[in-house]
């Protein structure tokens, strides 16, 4: 598929890191269509350059986008988004795959719905081992879900909050217009983008097609570490608190670096907010769409 570009975000290449980015690339290799370029996202860091560049890509256009700046997944692919060349990006977890049809499936659907900025792919969830857990992103086809079928609004993402970004193609032009992934949003940072989009009046579309297989819950990834590493697991009060933090802050384009204070006040939870100039929000929502600009 010409005029896109897939981003693989890559920092660390520990574990069982060679067997799942086999699968990933593979899975870019046996598309009926391949996509224009492949770009690996890394550190400034000697053990991860060597293995990229002596990995075999095959006949893949790739390129490597060494980044020095932070290395945490939103940053990655806002850096990464921001050197593409292509009008389309698609984002792959390197342990995660496509579907075999899925770049078929964004041409075809691209040319028929030119309004449409964002294509969801309909994801698979399976654990370590290959097992299916559950399905992602289908909602949009369930009939009432939404004000139009197959489209998601942001009435039905407020009340409805399963979607994953992974694996979507997305227009760069309108991925930088609303101000890319917001790094400071923690294990929401997925629905507030699409708070956030739906809201800028970007349309996004679930393919009704299996385009994606997501590993849920990887030790060592992200929402792992959410959940189980002591210094980065996030308590039950803090999960609520981005959660109701994620529909504040999606009115705002750019990132506030919002922040968690779990400091006990009288056996309370003091949720703080901070602003761009470091001030205390004690209400993010804006009153009119001119604050919020």
Known sequence: MKDITVLIPVHTIEGNFN???????????????KPE???????????????????????????????????????????????????????LEFDDEYSTIWFKNIDEYKDAYKKTSIFLPLVVDVDESGQFLSFTNEALWAMKFSDKLGFLDNTALLNYQNFQTSGMAMKKEDFEAIGGFKSSMKLTFVYEFLLRATYNDLQVMTIPKVGYKHTNMRVESLFWEYKNHTSDKLMPEEAKFWMDTA????????????????????????????DSAGGFVKDVHPKTEEEAK
């Open 19 to 33: 067997e799942w980015f086999d699968k990933s690339i593979k899975s870019i290799q046996e598309n009926t269509i």
């Open 247 to 274: 529909k504040k802050e999606y009115f705002f384009k750019m990132d506030r670096k919002v922040k968690y204070d779990d400091k006990t006040s009288g056996g309370e939870i003091k949720n703080v907010s901070i």
């Open 37 to 91: 370029k492949v770009a690996i996202i890394h550190c400034d860091c000697e053990e991860v350059k060597s293995l990229m560049e002596a990995y075999d890509f095959g006949e893949l256009n790739v390129e490597f986008m060494i980044n020095e700046g932070d290395l945490d997944f939103c940053s990655q692919i806002n850096y990464g988004v921001s050197q593409v060349k292509t009008t389309w990006f698609s984002i």
